[in-house]
């Protein structure tokens, strides 16, 4: 029985050619089945659709990491503020005789400042946010409402005849 479809003949690439056969060799494809609903696709925008929601996905992802980076960032200036802001509060002014001296002690803190700091980039631990993560909690960390609400809630006194 013919088809009323109408019947085109076209020109593909070699790989796209490969690639048609080997769908259509599956049970219950044919090659203009394949052809038909790979065309139906393509002018519905379906392959669109799938690849903005691929691309949406990933610039998500992107955004949640960039506000962690941003977050993580603002935490390590702030840290580095107030080290600053103590350290030039309490620090005296050295007097001229002891300049020296304080040169080269300062000289060899710093550098077993670099030694501590390159032991840890080392490591890969992180002291400021593995601190972070000790300190910083979350919603589940406190009291709900209800559990507020029931804190507050009269007790039953104890009969004192009992006690």
Do not use: C, W
């Not at 076209?10 to 090659?31: C, F, H, Q, W």
């Not at 962690?68 to 802001?85: G, T």
Request: hydrophobic fraction near 40%.
């Amino acid at each position: 029985m013919p088809s009323k479809k109408p019947r085109i003949g076209s020109y593909i690439d070699t790989d796209n050619y490969v690639r048609l056969k080997a769908l259509a060799a599956r049970p219950g494809n044919t090659e203009s089945d394949v052809v038909n609903k790979a065309l139906a696709a393509f002018f519905a925008g379906d392959h669109e659709v799938k690849r903005d929601g691929a691309i949406i996905r990933r610039l998500d992802r992107m955004t949640r990491q960039t506000e962690v980076l941003k977050r993580n960032q603002i935490i390590s200036a702030e840290a580095f503020a107030l080290f600053v802001r103590y350290f030039l509060t309490v620090t005296p002014p050295v007097p001229d005789a002891d300049k020296k001296a304080a040169q080269a002690q300062g000289a060899a803190r710093f550098e077993r400042f670099l030694t501590s700091l390159q032991t840890i980039l080392a490591d890969g631990e992180s002291v400021l946010f593995t601190a972070l993560e000790d300190i910083m909690t979350d919603e589940s960390a406190f009291f709900t409402k209800e559990e507020l609400l029931r804190l507050h809630e009269p007790r039953p006194e104890k009969d004192s005849a009992h006690v």
